[in-house]
């Protein structure tokens, strides 16, 4: 296809997207990279006439596109798939689950071609999984099979919205691969937000600024871009502003240690083994990471700790000074607790204002359901004005771009300042001037020992500097699961 942008100007609400003229030609594939703003999720909507909101308003013209022929990945999708599957399947609490939702039943709904499907499957590493709900995969499982369902409709182009969120090491590569095999046969537009995840075969680079299309080149000419070193700077004087909003509201809830203790963790289920012989000790003052590839328990663990996950009360878990299970409520532990992570951003489903959710986080609610004090609506406002989003403070959360809605998320588990800060890829969506705040703003909590921080990410360039300790789980066959290696500086 041929597709031509002229003269077009978008508009949801809360993105706005311009683009003068832009010609992808056909056979072409294209790397697009956005400093700021949720430039995929929009671009995939005007391309497939579908909105996850709302009817997007628009003026211009698009020439040469056949919605149909056009399949987009993204975390919106994601999302969206997820939600449905959730909404229409209430069979798994009687121990049943629908083949249609299965990995296998997601994939062979777009195709009906079980030869198909079981290519897919085992081109994106997902036999293993075939029969496993969708909805029980970890982010990195259920975005390869966001991509295995989009290849099933054999359009011939594909928009990938941050294809590489929430994959390991491993898995971007060997995506890295697959993409460049596609793209033989198929036109791809690669969207990304990590100069690093543009793949070496795209040949051409679109460079979206505030939303608005700066400019085209090659990728040679994107490789020496000045681009990346003007971001860094404008971010670190952004990192510092929403430090300082941290100091002013700063408390203090310390713990005798350790903090957290679990001792010979496990985690099953009837079929399988997460992990298991896990001991692992937090102390005050400790930063950690949390390592290990796709679907090994990272979330899982921290679900152990934040009480969410359904056995917590079967381990023997120390927290906060008291024994879990000793009759303490979920409440007293939360209290102290702020959590990010893609399973929250699944669950927060209501649909309450932008302000609200920050709020929220002073209740450790899924929305707003009593009367904040003036001076927790002044900070949430605080906080909207530090992430650029004052203007977004009555919009309903489920209105807002999917990188959006985990900026207020990350606010929502700062803003009461706990003692336990428990990050599960927390950067999730964000466009690059927002990850490099979160990022930033992180270090800076840790060096100051504002909260403590439970860190996952799988890229190496999130590593932050004041994390020394890791938690790391690896394949044990004899387990038939994963075990944790712990390592750091010399620990009690």
Request: aromatic share 8%.
């Amino acid at each position: 296809m041929d597709i031509r942008f002229t003269q077009l100007q978008c508009r949801s609400s809360s993105v706005t997207l311009a683009i003068d003229e832009w010609l992808i030609a056909s056979q072409q594939s294209w790397g697009v990279f956005s400093t700021e703003g949720d430039v995929g999720a929009i671009l995939g909507q005007l391309l497939t006439h579908t909105s996850h909101h709302q009817p997007l308003d628009y003026s211009g013209n698009i020439t040469g596109v056949d919605p149909s022929q056009v399949a987009v990945v993204s975390l919106l999708a994601q999302q969206a798939l997820l939600e449905d599957i959730l909404e229409q399947d209430d069979s798994e609490s009687l121990g049943y689950t629908d083949p249609k939702t299965t990995v296998f039943g997601v994939i062979y709904g777009q195709c009906h071609d079980n030869a198909m499907t079981h290519k897919l499957l085992q081109e994106l590493d997902l036999t293993h999984l075939s029969q496993s709900s969708f909805s029980q995969l970890s982010t990195g499982e259920g975005r390869r099979v966001m991509l295995a369902r989009a290849v099933a409709t054999q359009v011939p182009f594909l928009v990938l919205d941050e294809p590489y969120a929430g994959l390991d090491v491993h898995h971007r590569h060997t995506l890295t691969e697959y993409l460049q095999q596609l793209s033989h046969t198929l036109q791809i537009l690669v969207v990304v937000s990590r100069e690093e995840d543009l793949p070496q075969w795209i040949e051409h680079v679109a460079l979206f600024s505030h939303g608005k299309l700066d400019s085209v080149m090659s990728k040679s000419e994107w490789d020496n871009h000045p681009v990346i070193n003007q971001l860094t700077a404008q971010s670190g004087q952004q990192s510092e502003e929403l430090l300082a909003l941290i100091r002013r509201h700063r408390h203090s809830a310390k713990f005798a240690d350790p903090v957290f203790e679990l001792h010979n963790g496990r985690v099953a289920y009837s079929d399988k083994v997460i992990f298991s012989g896990v001991n692992w000790r937090i102390d005050n003052g400790v930063h950690w990471q949390v390592k290990g590839p796709n679907g090994c328990g990272k979330s899982t663990l921290l679900g152990l700790i934040f009480g969410d996950h359904p056995q917590c009360y079967s381990n023997d878990i120390d927290i906060f000074g008291k024994k879990r299970g000793s009759g303490e409520s979920i409440w007293e532990i939360k209290q102290h607790i702020g959590m990010v992570s893609s399973a929250l951003h699944m669950q927060y489903r209501v649909n309450c204002s932008a302000l609200d959710v920050i709020v929220s986080g002073f209740y450790d609610s899924i929305g707003l359901y009593q009367k904040p004090t003036q001076q927790q609506v002044a900070i949430a406002t605080e906080w909207l004005a530090m992430l650029h989003m004052g203007h977004l403070a009555k919009t309903a959360f489920k209105q807002l771009e999917y990188g959006q809605q985990r900026l207020l998320l990350i606010a929502r588990a700062i803003v009461k300042q706990p003692t336990l800060l428990i990050l599960d890829e927390p950067y999730q969506g964000l466009d690059y001037l927002g990850r490099r705040l979160i990022k930033n703003s992180l270090e800076l909590i840790a060096k100051e020992q504002l909260s403590q921080l439970l860190y996952v990410s799988h890229y190496q360039q999130d590593s932050l500097d004041s994390i020394e300790h890791y938690i790391e789980f690896v394949l044990d066959d004899a387990q038939q699961g994963y075990r944790a290696v712990v390592s750091g500086p010399t620990l009690k």
